[in-house]
């Protein structure tokens, strides 16, 4: 299958929302996406949308949000100075048809969230993951994520934080070259 990637303004898109809630009513276990769909997001960002090329259904989706200096800023979970929040970037929401899992959507379009964020200029990367969301989590750790808090969010859910420092990961891979 061939994909192609729309990318957007990160707002209220109906579109998302419908797709949001079919894949949390297909969802066995509900807590893996905290999530309403009709959260219209306030903090600006990127929408990335994921459409099959031969049809152009929509197969998932995914959001870079950048926080600012808001409270919901993750940096704030993990004790980051004040004036590092503002180089913080949120790999806020993915959701992947059930009929697409498997072909690597979810980790596509945070490498493009990642490239994105970087030409912006964030330096560190956080989401929040279900510790058992085996998938989403194997999709961030091999992208080098690393678990740096756990704690219960979102009324009462238990999340992994995780965080990608993209200046620390560059400098690890410029050794490994040399």
Do not use: W
Request: with cysteine.
């Amino acid at each position: 299958m061939e994909f192609e990637v729309e990318k957007k303004p990160l707002e209220y898109d109906m579109e998302v929302a419908d797709l949001y809630r079919e894949v949390l009513s297909g969802l066995e276990r509900k807590e893996f996406l905290a999530l309403d769909p009709d959260y219209i997001p306030n903090t600006g960002g990127i929408l990335y949308l994921c459409r099959k090329k031969d049809d152009h259904s929509l197969a998932g989706v995914f959001s870079l949000a950048f926080p600012g200096l808001g409270e919901e800023n993750l940096g704030r979970d993990i004790g980051l100075a004040d004036d590092e929040l503002s180089f913080v970037a949120h790999m806020d929401i993915a959701a992947v048809r059930a009929c697409f899992r498997g072909c690597g959507i979810q980790k596509m379009l945070m490498q493009m969230a990642e490239k994105d964020a970087s030409a912006l200029g964030y330096r560190y990367l956080m989401c929040t993951i279900h510790p058992d969301n085996t998938a989403s989590m194997k999709s961030a750790l091999s992208l080098g994520y690393k678990v740096v808090l756990t704690k219960e969010m979102y009324g009462g859910l238990v999340r992994n934080i995780l965080l990608k420092d993209l200046q620390a990961y560059a400098s690890r891979i410029a050794l490994h070259i040399q």
